[in-house]
């Protein structure tokens, strides 16, 4: 069955509101402040604190011991992993949040990134948007199945990770997979992904993620002999390596779509109008000038279409009397999912065009297969979005950055961008300033995956 059948499908629509009883939104706030308010940043902060926090929560409300695991490769590294018991009739569904965060200053922001702040409809603080509003609501809502009573046709195991935003050796899924397998093997996963989008104030779409890009740092390195700066020569490391960012800068990769980046773009098509909605349909169909307008316009979308690399980092000089012996650049790329690291290396020696400028391999994760669209989570997905939220069309997506997902995809385990939280298309902050989630998304995004995990689970 194909990919535009399976969005097109429906079925009955529950009957509830969009927002959550009034208790159920008290609790998940409670969870939410308490996990921002850890300082659980990837270099400086620790995400043990959240994962003895959420243990105590399921261990009061009558979890087994032996259904609560926390545990990590580093004392403030801890991940926690907790089994709510279903019939075993099916495999369990895995639901995944990491609760480490992209480091804050307070000097960057105009309020605390640590202190949870409710303003002027927004909930403020590093990790509202990522990933700390999903696993406060992931939870929220074992905790709303175990007062209600729910029982499941299968297990549903909460799996709350540490170091996503870092990798590496400590990540928390990677280190579940390689030692404690058992606490997370699951049919799929679902994580974050995928968001609802707003355009000015109004919910237009809604997106599940099926792939991501692949991750690669380069080094752009350059070394001479240097001297005194009195005596300045042309031949000279920063230079070099300005000329080389310079050209790196005005370049573009050619476009290449996915069968799931053409489905993104006709379904896109469907929330705009007039000549945007024209070139996103163009774009569908592959028409390359539709593609340039369109990647000129919308560096998210840009980035949707073709793989891309960038300057991120600087490093050059050791005296400010001296000519530099070392100038050096770290250069993020992300990849398409078919691209190879290989042909991206070759294409920008050419781009750079200097023998002077060495490039080496600092970071590659490797790519991960795309999950396949399934009919049940599709049927699912749309009916609880047509129900809380007529209208709004459901668009499948490959992010652009990354995340754990790719650790699970590569081990045999489907993962899904879900979330149901709403943001503005041209107001995101993840990583960024004065993070924040509307008030109103968050409770929505609650309602929504609770109704999710329920519709899949019995």
């Not at 009955?12 to 159920?24: G, H, I, K, L, S």
């Not at 850890?38 to 399921?58: C, E, L």
């Not at 209600?148 to 799996?159: M, N, S, T, V």
């Not at 078919?338 to 781009?351: F, G, M, P, T, W």
């Amino acid at each position: 069955m194909g990919l535009l059948l399976f969005l097109m499908l429906s079925g009955a629509a529950f009957a509830a509101d969009t927002m959550p009883p009034d208790a159920e939104q008290q609790l998940a706030r409670d969870i939410y402040k308490e996990m921002i308010e850890v300082k659980s940043g990837f270099t400086t902060g620790t995400t043990t604190p959240i994962a003895q926090s959420v243990a105590a929560r399921f261990k009061a409300a009558g979890f087994a011991a032996s259904d609560i695991f926390v545990g990590g490769p580093a004392p403030n590294k801890a991940n926690v992993v907790v089994r709510y018991r279903g019939t075993g009739a099916r495999k369990p569904i895995l639901l995944l949040a990491h609760i480490d965060v992209v480091e804050a200053k307070r000097e960057d922001w105009t309020v605390d990134p640590f202190v949870f702040l409710e303003k002027g409809g927004y909930f403020y603080g590093r990790g509202t948007a990522d990933d700390k509003a999903q696993a406060a609501v992931w939870v929220a809502t074992l905790l709303r199945f175990k007062r209600e009573g729910y029982r499941p046709d299968r297990d549903l195991i909460l799996a709350l990770t540490a170091d996503e935003e870092g990798g590496g050796p400590l990540n928390g899924v990677d280190w579940l997979l390689q030692k404690h397998r058992d606490l997370i093997e699951s049919e799929y996963a679902l994580n974050e992904g995928a968001r609802g989008m707003l355009v000015n104030g109004k919910r237009v779409e809604h997106h599940i993620g099926l792939a991501e890009k692949q991750f690669l740092n380069l080094r752009l390195e350059v070394r001479n002999k240097g001297g005194h700066s009195a005596r300045p020569v042309a031949d000279n490391a920063i230079y070099h390596l300005a000329g080389a960012l310079h050209r790196l800068s005005t370049f573009g990769f050619d476009f290449q779509l996915t069968d799931i980046t053409r489905e993104y773009f006709r379904q896109s098509a469907k929330s705009e109008s007039g000549a945007v909605a024209a070139d996103l349909t163009r774009v569908a169909e592959g028409d390359a000038a539709a593609m340039k307008r369109v990647a000129a316009q919308s560096p998210p979308l840009n980035a949707m279409m073709r793989t891309t690399c960038v300057a991120t980092q600087l490093e050059g000089g050791h005296a400010t009397n001296a000519l530099p012996q070392l100038a050096a650049a770290n250069i993020n790329c992300r990849l398409l999912p078919d691209d190879n690291v290989d042909r991206v290396i070759a294409e920008l020696k050419k781009v750079i065009a200097d023998d002077q400028i060495a490039i080496s391999i600092t970071t590659y994760e490797g790519a991960s297969p795309a999950s396949p669209l399934r009919a049940d989570i599709m049927k699912a997905f749309n009916r609880i979005t047509d129900t809380m939220w007529p209208g709004v069309i459901t668009v499948p997506t490959m992010a652009v950055g990354g995340s754990d997902g790719r650790y699970l995809r590569l081990a045999g385990i489907p993962t899904y961008g879900v979330q149901g939280f709403f943001q503005d298309r041209d107001d995101v902050r993840a990583h960024g300033r004065d993070e924040r989630m509307l008030v109103r998304s968050f409770y929505e995004g609650q309602t929504f995956l609770y109704e999710f995990v329920k519709a899949l689970s019995h």
